[in-house]
């Protein structure tokens, strides 16, 4: 299955198996699909490992397999020194590396003699292993892997065991990433430790300028827009400004529809400096067409999958004044020998001649699709979408 196309195609298949397996849980014995569940698992694995995956289609369905397993484990109820060598086994002693399994998910299968047998397995095994390996050398260390699995574990162990601190210490380890925070925080609302979730979520937002603290910045205020609603206009109005852009903007707008004027000129000054995102606001916020399509005169608009998807929506209220853009986006496409380009121009010159119908920029249109098909004339792919198109 080194082939794209024939990876694809089985793991379709898988997700199929995946849906019967599902099925079968509910309606048929579950010890049975248990059983052919855990079997799915090793195949898919094994599988994975020798297929070109670049799609997920397989690794998607192996995360179904692993996440329907626990599931099944505590209906079934097996033997918790089976599940536990199980678990061990899969984390441990396997040749996929690609996916982790919660001991959360398995503590009501296991009960609190098989956690207390699995803690004692991970202490075992992390003796074997020597000293821990500083924070910076984990990944080049001989035994990388097997550390990030007792690591995992004891991250989600202390979420078991409700514990504050050791979800503090397990999770921020040393501190020193932004998604370290943000990860303290999920696993503290996983116990209900809301205020000081919402702390950590804001400590990861302000951490520094980088693209964690601002994802971070929308948990932060996921979790505020739940808990603490009449603090989350505040937040909005600090990450618009720390980030401006059309989404920080957009979510300003979205949450701010009593106080909007307060805040709407220093959003459209701000932007300014971001023409691009000063039109993707003004245009799928504010859906104000006009305006956008002023800003994007007036700022000196040069992106052109943002033109592109203006003069779309533009083009209804005043179709020859489009022509314009649609020739320089053309222009601009023609500029580098591509098939996929030609026939994208091809779609465009059609438009433009359906917009001038009629009109006295009609000539126009013609006289600038002539001239490309002589400028370039050596293109005969070029020349072929041009006729497949139409045009003249």
Not at 241 to 262: H, I
Not at 290 to 313: F, I, M, P, Q, Y
Request: negative net charge.
């Amino acid at each position: 299955m080194h082939r794209w196309n024939v990876a694809n195609a089985h793991g379709a298949q898988m997700h199929e198996a995946v849906a019967i397996l599902r099925q079968a849980a509910k309606d048929g014995d579950p010890a049975d699909v248990f059983a052919v569940t855990q079997r799915a698992i090793a195949s898919a694995l094994k599988v994975i490992m020798r297929a070109d995956d670049s799609s997920g289609i397989i690794g998607d369905a192996c995360r179904d397999l692993l996440a329907l397993h626990p599931v099944l484990a505590v209906r079934v109820r097996p033997a918790a020194t089976k599940l536990v060598d199980w678990m061990m086994q899969f984390q441990f002693d396997n040749e996929c590396d690609f996916f982790t399994i919660d001991p959360v998910a398995y503590a009501p299968a296991l009960g609190s003699e098989g956690m207390a047998l699995y803690r004692v397995k991970l202490k075992e095994r992390e003796t074997t292993l020597g000293p821990r390996p500083p924070e910076d050398q984990r990944w080049s260390s001989p035994h990388s892997i097997e550390w990030f699995s007792l690591d995992w574990n004891a991250r989600r162990l202390a979420v078991l065991d409700r514990d504050v601190d050791a979800i503090i210490r397990t999770h921020a380890r040393d501190r020193r990433v932004a998604a370290w925070f943000q990860e303290t925080a999920v696993a503290l609302m996983e116990i209900g430790e809301v205020d000081t979730a919402i702390g950590w979520a804001q400590q990861a937002t302000e951490f520094d300028d980088g693209h964690q603290s601002r994802w971070a910045a929308d948990y932060w205020c996921e979790l505020l827009a739940e808990h603490r609603p009449a603090e989350l206009l505040d937040a909005r109005v600090r990450i618009f400004r720390r980030w401006p852009s059309s989404t920080t903007a957009g979510a300003l707008y979205r949450d701010a529809p009593d106080v909007w004027p307060d805040h709407q000129n220093e959003v459209m000054e701000l932007l300014t400096a971001h023409p691009r995102d000063a039109v993707l606001f003004a245009q799928n916020s504010l859906k104000d067409v006009e305006l956008a399509w002023n800003l994007a005169h007036s700022l000196g608009l040069n992106d052109a999958r943002t033109w592109s998807d203006l003069v779309k929506v533009y083009e209804k209220r005043d179709p020859l004044a489009v022509l314009p853009v649609y020739t320089d986006l053309v222009e601009g496409e023609l500029g580098a020998a591509d098939a996929k380009n030609y026939r994208s121009a091809a779609r465009r010159l059609k438009k433009m001649r359906t917009l001038a119908a009629g009109s006295s920029e009609s000539p126009a249109v013609d006289e600038f699709i002539a001239d490309l098909r002589d400028r370039y004339r050596r293109r005969p792919r070029l020349q072929q979408e041009f006729d497949r198109a139409g045009l003249p």
